[in-house]
């Protein structure tokens, strides 16, 4: 037998899909809107597996509370921007020569915001905002992103992550496996 068990996590963020392309025949339109600055209530689940029970238990579900901890602390009401966007220079003239950056274990950089000391502070409030990561940030890759972050803190207690399903609206989700 094997087990799986997930759990939802909500958060808000705004990305910009600068690589979208549409056919017109199956779009009915070559609108991209995905281009456009915007942003989404987004929804991650996590499914846990396993062919072992623990007390009963795949594992507690009090052993993501560090994701949601992450999620919040790190992506909500953020604005997550590819490194290699054409617009990246324009969002952030103060760091366009992409230097000053802080790096983190889960591959995602932030703004050393030291650097703008002299600046008034909605120019620190509008950088704080900024995620930036080294993909397109389209569900399917935020998905793949997440994903790699879970396991390898779930690895630390031996549980498994099959796949990871990202919601950027109601009604339109990406799953990754693992």
Known sequence: MKWNISKEFDFCYGHRVWSQELNSDFSLDSCLVCRH???HQGKVIVHLESSNLQNGMVTDFKHLNWFKQFLDNTLDHKF???LNDPLFETLLPHFKDKKGFISHDEGF???DLTTLKNEPLYIHEMYEGY???DFVPTSENLSAWLLKIVQKKM???????SHVEFLETPKSKS???A
């Open 109 to 111: 950089y932030t703004l």
């Open 80 to 82: 997550i921007l590819d």
């Open 37 to 39: 600055l915007h942003g």
């Open 131 to 133: 995620v930036l990561v």
């Open 155 to 161: 690895d630390e207690i031996s549980i498994k992550v």
């Open 175 to 177: 799953t990754v496996y």
